[in-house]
């Protein structure tokens, strides 16, 4: 059974920095592509950051050079570091893992998400 448990959301002045981390089990962590999304009330979903399983790193624009994606193979966790948070990063956080060996085959698992909410 594949789980990937979010953690360290919560409420936060703005201005200041949270650290998010997504353990995952059931499932080859190293071999899989992992990001953050999130959402917020009324918006779609948005990719935050990716990291894949090789390291490489993604980011959109509007939190470039405030957060940072790692990840921890031996750990089997990711984790989100968020700095100059500001109102507009209040969102539900989600850990997703992806994998895909040929078109046709992937495997794409969400975690159930943790809250973020900065106050200004």
């Known amino acids: 059974q594949v789980q990937l448990v979010e953690s360290g959301g919560g409420l936060v002045q703005a201005g200041g920095s949270l650290r998010l981390s997504c353990t995952a089990s059931?499932?080859?962590?190293?071999?899989?592509?992992m990001a953050w999304y999130r959402q917020a009330p009324g918006k779609q979903r948005e990719l935050v950051a990716q990291?894949?399983?090789?390291?490489?790193?993604n980011y959109v624009d509007s939190v470039k050079g405030r957060f940072t994606i790692s990840r921890d193979n031996a750990l089997k966790t990711v984790y989100l570091q968020m700095d100059s948070l500001n109102s507009e990063d209040t969102a539900v956080y989600y850990c997703?893992?992806?994998?895909?060996?040929?078109?046709?085959?992937?495997?794409?698992?969400w975690g159930p998400g943790t809250q973020v909410t900065v106050s200004s």
């Open positions: 997703n893992a992806k994998r895909r060996w040929t078109p046709s085959r992937s495997a794409d698992y």
């Open positions: 990291i894949s399983s090789g390291g490489s790193t």
């Open positions: 059931g499932i080859l962590f190293s071999m899989y592509d």
